[in-house]
């Protein structure tokens, strides 16, 4: 969900504010919330571990690597206690950089110094880390809306909550549930959301909710550009239906074991950047990169529900 979680984020935000303001200041603030949506996922850093010594080829090195994401993913920065404090600490962290105020930069780093000794005290030295990174991602976000943006202090609090909150519930479908209460021990949700008894329909299910958070934002992107999105897909995504004999190829995929199916199923997407040959004169046209991602997105979208077409009929 890594990308789903940024445009679930775009498309909430961006959608709300082109109610309210320009459409414009409506893209721009959607791309601040998708920057702040994705910031809780940086916890998959200490997942590198699992790359040192990895063996057994590409498959072995894949899953030793999301075996060690399993230690801290979905926990510490998943919290939606700790998102008001992190969107307070960006907020605080870009008033006092652009005024130069001190104090508000103090009241930041106070924050982030709280968030990371109560994660240390809570879930010892891994989780203070994990926890430094979060805030420490979140500082450089609040930067870089300081620098390229208009923003205030207030809307930046408003969009960064918004992105951090809604983070935590596009996980509901996929691994453990998150520690929506973290540092309380007190779990608000006990089991990830059942789409279907069969591990597979689940896995699909999953797959299909991603693609359709990956399409609320680029349609809402299309939307404020003014851009027709009809017109950006090109017809050889049609090309991705074919992918339904991959279901005869690969083991049923589940949670537990989805590389072949999702590495394959994303490849349908290079369709996208195929250039156009237009016939009599053999005329060799390049996709734009609006284009490019429409298309391959649409390709990747028929390849799955081909693939749940074929896999049910078999």
């Known amino acids: 969900m890594f990308v789903g979680h940024a445009l679930l984020a775009f498309a909430l935000v961006g959608g709300a504010a082109a109610l309210l303001a320009d459409r414009r200041t409506a893209l721009r603030l959607g791309i601040v919330a998708a920057a702040f949506a994705a910031v809780p996922d940086v916890d998959m850093a200490y997942a590198l571990v ?49 005024d130069s105020t001190h104090s508000w930069l103090s009241v930041a780093i106070l924050l982030g110094g709280g968030l990371t000794a109560v994660a240390a005290a809570v879930s010892g030295a891994l989780g203070g880390a994990v926890m430094a990174v979060f805030v420490i991602a979140a500082a450089l976000v609040a930067e870089g809306v300081g620098r390229y943006t208009t923003f205030g202090a207030r809307a930046t609090f408003a969009v960064a909550l918004v992105g951090l909150l809604s983070h935590p519930f596009g996980d509901l479908a996929t691994g453990d549930p998150p520690a929506f209460l973290y540092p309380l021990s007190a779990p608000l949700v006990t089991e990830r959301v059942a789409l279907s008894a069969d591990p597979t329909l689940h896995l699909l299910g999953a797959f299909g909710v991603e693609l359709a958070a990956i399409w609320a934002g680029l349609l809402v992107a299309m939307w404020l550009l003014e851009r027709p999105i009809r017109d950006a897909i090109d017809f050889r995504a049609v090309a991705g239906a074919g992918y339904a004999l991959a279901a005869l190829a690969i083991p049923a995929p589940t949670l537990e074991f989805s590389y072949p199916f999702v590495f394959s199923v994303l490849s349908v997407g290079m369709i996208g950047v195929v250039p156009r040959v237009r016939l009599p004169d053999v005329e060799i046209e390049p996709p734009d990169a609006v284009g490019a991602a429409l298309t391959g997105l649409a390709a990747v979208t028929l390849a799955g529900a081909a693939y749940a077409v074929a896999y049910v009929a078999l």
């Open 50 to 98: 699992g790359l040192v010594g990895a063996d057994g080829g590409v498959m072995g090195t894949v899953q030793s690597f999301w075996a060690a994401s399993t230690a801290v993913h979905r926990t510490i920065t998943h919290s939606l206690l700790v998102a008001p404090v992190a969107a307070a600490l960006a907020a605080a962290w870009l008033h006092g950089r652009r």
